[in-house]
């Protein structure tokens, strides 16, 4: 397909589990970001690539939250022991340009939402 | 510290009326101003987006007023319809700083048919 893709959609894991989240994005597209959608409320950033190299993990909340995007195309968002609050729709998204450079917008997926029991 | 807020958080319009849905930000570093519309188990998709030195930008049925100096832009949807009934972001960017989204907390809009 031609948009963002993130698999699974839904993953149910027990507390203190750990999790892996995939997306893929649009092909070409050189900038990649995670945000996490709690229920009612608006997305939150979480992490940005460009190609492989991770910009900026400030919105990770814990250091049991770990992104990568080793070959600069598929990014996995892994969640370490995960506790209730995890419980959200991570979101990712993709734009084809780098840092700076105008007013492209992001794709966004349709979300992986986790629940946590 | 909320940077971006967004009102109301709900909105039942009729068919055929406005919709405007308000959005006041902080940060006047901010210079990109997308607003995503969503609807349930979909991702947020892009619907219009204006720059700090335009005061109006429309696209069909949807306008962006933006005030700079009041820091704050709103949405308005023209002749709404039953199929705009969905969630709408407002959102804000620095664009040489990253590129990444701060989200408004959402409005819920219902157009009755």
């Known amino acids: 397909g031609a948009g963002v893709s993130q698999s699974p959609r839904y993953k149910v894991a027990k507390r203190g589990q750990d999790v892996a989240l995939r997306c893929d994005p649009i092909s070409g597209h050189v900038s990649l970001f995670w945000y996490q959608q709690a229920l009612g409320q608006g997305p939150e950033f979480l992490t940005y690539f460009q190609n492989e190299a991770q910009l900026d993990k400030s919105g990770l909340p814990s250091d049991r939250f770990f992104a990568e995007r080793p070959e600069g195309s598929v990014s996995t968002l892994k969640i370490q022991r995960t506790q209730q609050e995890d419980s959200a729709v991570y979101l990712c998204?993709?734009?084809?340009?780098?840092?700076?450079?105008?007013?492209?917008?992001?794709?966004f997926g349709d979300g992986t939402r986790l629940s946590i029991l | 510290q909320q940077q971006v807020k967004q009102s109301p958080q709900s909105l039942i319009v009729q068919k055929g009326g406005i919709s405007i849905i308000n959005c006041a930000y902080e940060n006047t570093a901010f210079d990109y101003f997308p607003w995503y519309q969503q609807f349930p188990g979909k991702g947020p998709a892009l619907l219009i987006a204006?720059?700090?030195?335009?005061s109006e930008k429309k696209e069909g049925r949807f306008t962006i007023s933006f005030n700079k100096s009041a820091k704050q832009f709103s949405l308005h949807i023209m002749d709404s319809q039953p199929g705009d009934s969905a969630t709408y972001f407002c959102a804000a960017r620095i664009v040489y700083a990253g590129n990444m989204l701060t989200f408004g907390g959402g409005t819920r809009l219902m157009v009755k048919p």
């Open positions: 998204a993709s734009s084809p340009i780098f840092s700076g450079q105008g007013n492209q917008p992001q794709h």
């Open positions: 204006i720059r700090p030195d335009v």
